[in-house]
């Protein structure tokens, strides 16, 4: 699974205007390790997935514990949620060995084959969402 778009998704898409049916989405990131660098959250529609556009983001820097990232002027819809603790700051997931060398985190269940969107996916009604995801770290 690639990851590259993800973080493309989190850095084009901060700051894209909202619309009259927006609300936000609320990630609550538990388990957060003290590695410094950034959290980078992407909301990504289903045509979006794992592309380099996505429909939402926010980043903040990394606090250990439980943080808090509010994505803004969400429209409602279906999104995956897809979290990265990019530890070096580099905007790009590290591979170690073929495999995720920072901390991840999704809104779906850990996944031993290739993640599709309907794995991760969630509804964001009109009103907004809340989402509490554990990062995983290699």
Do not use: C
């Not at 996505?54 to 429209?75: E, K, N, Y």
């Not at 700051?89 to 290739?114: F, H, V, Y």
């Not at 993640?115 to 770290?137: C, H, K, N, Q, S």
Request: no cysteine; hydrophobic share 45%; aromatic share 6%.
């Amino acid at each position: 699974m690639k990851f590259t778009p993800f973080i493309l998704a989190s850095a084009i898409t901060l700051g894209l205007a909202g619309t009259a049916l927006a609300a936000d989405v609320t990630v609550n990131l538990t388990g957060v390790q003290d590695r410094g660098g950034a959290m980078l959250v992407s909301l990504q529609s289903r045509e979006q997935f794992m592309k380099p556009m996505g429909a939402a983001g926010a980043f903040a820097p990394a606090t250990p514990g439980t943080m808090t990232l509010v994505v803004r002027d969400v429209p409602p819809g279906d999104y995956a949620v897809m979290v990265m603790h990019d530890e070096d700051s580099n905007w790009t997931l590290t591979m170690k060995d073929g495999r995720p060398g920072e901390g991840l985190a999704n809104t779906g269940a850990r996944i031993t084959r290739e993640t599709t969107f309907d794995d991760v996916r969630i509804a964001v009604p009109a009103e907004g969402a809340t989402v509490t995801l554990p990062i995983t770290y290699p």
